[in-house]
């Protein structure tokens, strides 16, 4: 069982930045595939950075070269850095474990960002 915890969100103006951090429990963090989706009112889920245990990365088109994401397996702690803000960014972010193998999927509760003047 592992669980997650966000935190970081908040308010920001457009060209801002923040910096989400997900806090996982339970042994054998390494070896989970970690993740950042984010939803946004009236709109699905939607994958948005991807970390597995090698550390190889990719970033939905809409975040490359603005987010980056990354892990620290000494801290059980996956971080999205989010620079260039916009308006459109604006959503509930959540952090994700799995691990497919075996079927192991956990969602956090998820952090509000918002990006507005």
Known sequence: QVQLVESGGGLVQPGG?????CAGSGTFFSIYTMAWYRQAPGKEREL???????????????????FTI????????VYLQMNSLKPEDTAVYYCNAQYNPIALNYWGQGTQVTVSS
């Open 17 to 21: 930045s923040l910096r989400l951090s």
């Open 70 to 77: 990354s892990r620290d397996n000494a801290k059980n702690t």
């Open 48 to 66: 948005v950075a991807r970390i597995i245990s090698t550390g190889t990365t990719n970033y939905a088109d809409s975040v490359l070269g603005r």
